[in-house]
């Protein structure tokens, strides 16, 4: 299939949810309504879940006990982070039953690139919601891929320990899941700078902008070395140094760390699936 039919094809690519439309509607008003943003967020119990799970996973709590409530949510981290949330945590529930992907441990990866991405963001001095927000939704072209194309060889390998897949792709199709993705987040109304980031999460030199692609190439590195258990030698041999030196990530080698961040468990991942 060739990416502008796939694109084109509305029943491959999932439709922004009307609660989110709502809920973003209010959220882009030159004076959002709190009030009411927490309202429709209350009625859309799945979609609360799952803004609670990544508010607390992304650590954006000043170390006491964990939010449990949308309108702490929202009072804590202001309007801006909110909206980015919405957006993600809507994602979680847009995917379900995808050929022969196993949806928890997607997310389990998927998370934990997230993770890393907010700590180098945050180590950076850079936006660590928007960081947090492309390394979750970094991998959702290739579950579009796979609904359009289940078979296809190319995509069978596990998303989260196939560290050939995008060139795998490309060889295969002529294009890959960042460009899928990419034009995902496009269409759920994204900042430019998460399709951006998407979109050369895996040539972030060919991007205009290369400190958010760069920050989640490195992050996916980390993140794949570790499902792949590598380490020592090999580790230290792969580490891509050159696009840590881009964004002036000095202690680069802290990304091969095994306690780089608190790696995602199931139980966490099946919660947001």
């Known amino acids: 299939m060739k990416l502008e039919d796939l694109l084109a094809t509305d029943a491959l690519i999932p439709s922004l949810p009307e609660a989110v439309h709502r809920i973003l509607g209010e959220l882009q008003n030159e004076e959002p309504d709190l ?33 449990g409530t949308v309108e702490a949510a929202t009072a804590i981290l202001g309007l801006n982070v909110t909206r980015q949330l919405v957006q993600a ?20 990866h998927s998370l934990d690139v997230a993770k890393i ?14 960081a947090f927000t ?27 320990a196939d560290d050939g897949r995008y060139e795998a792709q490309l060889a295969d199709l002529g294009y890959a899941y960042p460009e899928v993705g990419a034009a995902f987040a496009s269409r759920w109304l994204f ?33 794949r070395a570790h499902e792949l258990d590598i380490e020592g030698t090999a580790l230290l041999d792969t580490l891509p140094r050159d696009v840590a030196g881009a964004v002036g990530l000095t202690d680069a080698e802290r990304l091969c760390d095994d306690k780089v961040i608190a790696w995602t468990q199931a139980d966490e991942a099946r919660d947001f699936s």
């Open 134 to 160: 492309a390394g979750l939704l970094h991998g959702t072209g290739d579950l579009i891929l796979k609904m359009a194309m289940p078979e296809r060889a190319s995509l069978q390998p596990g998303f989260s």
């Open 191 to 223: 900042p430019e700078k998460i399709v951006e980031a998407i979109r050369y999460q895996c040539e972030p030199q060919d991007s205009e902008d290369q400190t958010l692609s760069s920050l989640l190439y490195l992050s996916c590195w980390s993140a």
């Open 35 to 67: 009030r009411q943003v927490n309202q429709l967020l209350s009625g859309e119990v799945g979609l609360t879940v799952r803004i609670l799970r990544l508010v607390n996973s992304a650590r954006y709590s000043t170390g006491g006990p964990g939010i």
């Open 117 to 130: 991405a907010q700590s180098l963001a945050e180590e950076l001095r850079l936006d660590k919601g928007a």
């Open 89 to 108: 945590a809507a994602v979680g529930g847009a995917f379900k039953g995808v050929p022969g992907v196993d949806m928890t441990e997607f997310w389990r």
